[in-house]
């Protein structure tokens, strides 16, 4: 079975304090892993797909980058309206879409 | 474009109603899901629908659940006798991509985007 724990749970920042988020994943064959962020009250959006080991994208203070094992979200000079959950998930290879999720990291940026 | 939409956005129900939910996914997107979402976890899958053809119900609790999509556009999940653990948000999501199978990836269009989720409570 899928398995998916993000760390931590909370995290406090301070405006300008980076920091970094953990996936730590196990499947039987990764097809991609995503991040999403969602605000209280909304679905989740789309931010990153990562498919292979090595792989980095980025998206204004946001990094994300993959291992075999897990993957990481650096959150690099972070502002108040970077407060929200942020969600990761594994798809798998096996011809199936769906996604598996963690339960998620609740980012609060403290101005 | 505009992006997935769900209704209603809120739903209160009593315990043994019927409620339907419905989803309105991106133009020309061939893959549908539901997912559930209890308060402080992630989303979980339900189901997911190819076009009209609902390939994966595994996710789906109980018999009280049901889905369809009968022209592979617009998706309705229907939940029976409602209980009160079905409670949570029920989220609707859509993606380009079609089911690749084992051959290998199809590393483009595989997003899923997700609508704003229709919040069910069952009193």
């Known amino acids: 079975e899928d398995q998916v724990t993000q760390s931590p749970e909370a995290l406090r920042l301070q405006e300008g304090e980076s920091s970094s988020l953990n996936c730590s994943y196990t499947?039987?064959?990764?097809?991609?892993l995503f991040w999403y962020r969602q605000d209280p009250g909304k679905g989740p959006e789309f931010l990153f797909t990562l498919y292979s080991a090595g792989e980095e994208k980025e998206k204004e203070r946001l990094k994300a980058t993959l291992t075999k094992k897990e993957s990481f979200l650096h959150i690099t000079a972070p502002k108040p309206e970077d407060s929200a959950t942020y969600l990761c998930a594994v798809q798998r290879e096996d011809g199936n879409n769906r996604l598996a999720f963690g339960k998620g990291n609740q980012v609060v940026v403290i101005p | 474009g505009a992006g997935v939409s769900q209704s209603p956005r809120y739903k209160v129900a009593k315990r043994g109603q019927d409620v339907a939910l419905r989803c309105d996914p991106i133009?020309?997107?061939?893959?549908l899901f539901w997912y559930q979402q209890a308060l402080g976890q992630g989303p979980e899958f339900l189901t997911y629908?190819?076009?009209?053809?609902?390939?994966?119900k595994s996710g789906l609790p109980s018999d009280r659940f049901f889905a369809e999509r009968p022209e592979g556009s617009v998706s309705t999940l229907k939940i029976q006798r409602t209980q009160q653990e079905d409670s949570a948000v029920y989220l609707c999501?859509?993606?380009?991509?079609?089911?690749?199978?084992?051959?290998?990836?199809?590393?483009?269009?595989?997003?899923?985007?997700f609508g704003p989720g229709t919040r069910l409570t069952v009193l």
């Open positions: 499947v039987s064959g990764l097809r991609g």
């Open positions: 629908f190819q076009n009209e053809a609902q390939l994966d």
């Open positions: 999501a859509s993606s380009l991509a079609r089911d690749t199978g084992t051959s290998g990836r199809s590393p483009y269009n595989n997003e899923q985007f």
């Open positions: 133009s020309g997107h061939v893959s």
